[in-house]
């Protein structure tokens, strides 16, 4: 695709590029002191930030289900929630040139592995304006510069956000092109931000299926792929039946909007009277196997697709399983490998689920939502990786560096 050098996209990825050797540049003291400020100046212009972010809500809800409007609101709380994890990262260590290993080879050179930061990360993602500040304050703890392209409705949110964050970039003395941010709403930049090669050096798309599977399809840039949740609780035949009904409600209930609530519920059969007599979830829509609708006699049938879908609102499928390698095998096939979780007071079984399932995070006796870089004490995250190259999981400070290899001699010669 021919590229238009006069766009937004190009020249603000022209920026980018120029602005990223200063971010590798900043010291340690400068990154965490800017930090700090633009938390500060997004605490002091909280008004500010509410009365568009107000705009972008009411725009936004004939459009919108609950669940999903839930993403877009912010309010006092969740703006000093987004202040909180800049200050965090500030007291992280910094993840540049650490160094990872020490070679000393027979031929007397000196090698040393130490990370470095990657340079250019695009981001593009849907209505959550809290990863604007998130990805900003990541990005430039790792030494990078950040573009981001964030979703048409929260597009008043992420300018004011934007424009804050800058401002403590300019009051540090730091170049305020670290952190870029397209504001046309366009379909067109998206494919443009695709294909910036030589500009970009990793795109990491965060939304629903569809968006993360167009980036994946059509990027000609290094693609970190952010997946689905398709998160299950599995209540093993030993399980604690108080413990498994306060997990179940918390991975279901207390924020079913976000990729880390439990979309899918299995149940051991052995527990299936007991659990679901003590499980109060009536503001719940169940898609539920046979088995299971006679304890949950308001639940819908279950089809296939059911045990397949994210549904990101008060609604999960739930099966009852014969055993704990049926749970498995269910996993396997219906679930994304983000978060999945068991719940159980046998310790075998307990280690036979952390050590088969094949998820980005495995649990015993934890909420899937814990599933979260800020919780994971990483500050705050950029994401949720669900592959394996190069990271997996919340991605943090250490998920955004590369490395380089440091090779000193004596003037040795190839033989």
């Known amino acids: 695709m021919a590229r238009l050098k006069t766009s937004e996209v190009w020249r603000k990825a022209r920026k980018a590029r120029l602005a990223a050797r200063a971010a590798a540049r900043l010291d340690s003291q400068t990154k965490n002191k800017i930090l700090l400020s633009m938390a500060d100046y997004l605490e002091q212009g909280l008004a500010v930030v509410l009365k568009a972010n107000a705009q972008d809500v009411m725009a936004a809800r004939p459009r919108l289900p609950a669940s999903l409007l839930d993403r877009l609101i912010l309010n006092e709380r ?62 430039l703890k790792a030494g990078s510069a950040v573009i981001l392209r964030g979703g048409s409705d929260a597009a008043r949110s992420n300018q004011v956000i934007v424009r804050i964050l800058r401002k403590a970039l300019r009051a540090n003395n730091a170049p305020e092109d670290i952190v870029q941010s397209i504001e046309t709403t366009s379909r067109r930049a998206v494919t443009e931000l695709l294909n910036l090669r030589g500009y970009v050096d990793l795109l990491i798309p965060r939304g629903g299926a569809g968006l993360i599977q167009k980036v994946v399809a059509e990027s000609s840039l290094p693609v970190l792929e952010t997946g689905t949740g398709n998160c299950h609780v599995y209540v093993d035949e030993y399980a604690d039946v108080r413990k498994a009904v306060r997990i179940t409600v918390n991975a279901k209930c207390q924020r079913p909007s976000v990729c880390n609530a439990a979309e899918s519920l299995l149940v051991h059969q ?54 704990l390698d049926e749970a498995i095998e269910h996993i396997y096939r219906y679930g994304t490998k983000h978060t999945e979780t068991i719940v159980t007071e046998n310790k075998q079984n307990a280690e036979k689920f952390l050590r088969e399932i094949d998820a980005a995070a495995v649990m015993v006796n934890a909420s899937t939502r814990f599933t979260d870089g800020g919780e994971f004490g990483f500050g705050c995250e950029i994401g949720i990786s669900t592959q394996k190259l190069h990271a997996r999981g919340p991605l943090g400070l250490r998920e955004l560096m590369s490395y380089k290899y440091l090779v000193r001699g004596q003037g040795q010669v190839r033989a």
């Open 78 to 139: 969740r703006v000093k929630v987004m202040a909180d994890g800049l200050r965090a990262v500030a007291k992280l260590p910094d993840p540049n040139k650490r160094l990872v290993e020490r070679i000393k080879r027979p031929n007397r050179l000196r090698i040393e592995k130490i990370t470095v930061p990657l340079g250019v990360i695009a981001l593009i993602y849907e209505a959550r304006p809290n990863v604007t500040a998130d990805a900003a304050g990541l990005c």
């Open 270 to 323: 052995k527990i299936a009277a007991r659990f679901f007599g003590a499980l109060k979830m009536d503001e719940v829509l169940f898609y539920a196997c046979p088995r299971a609708r006679r304890y949950l006699p308001q639940a819908r049938p279950a089809r296939e697709a059911d045990y397949a879908r994210e549904y990101l609102d008060l609604a999960m499928s739930v099966k009852i399983v014969d055993s």
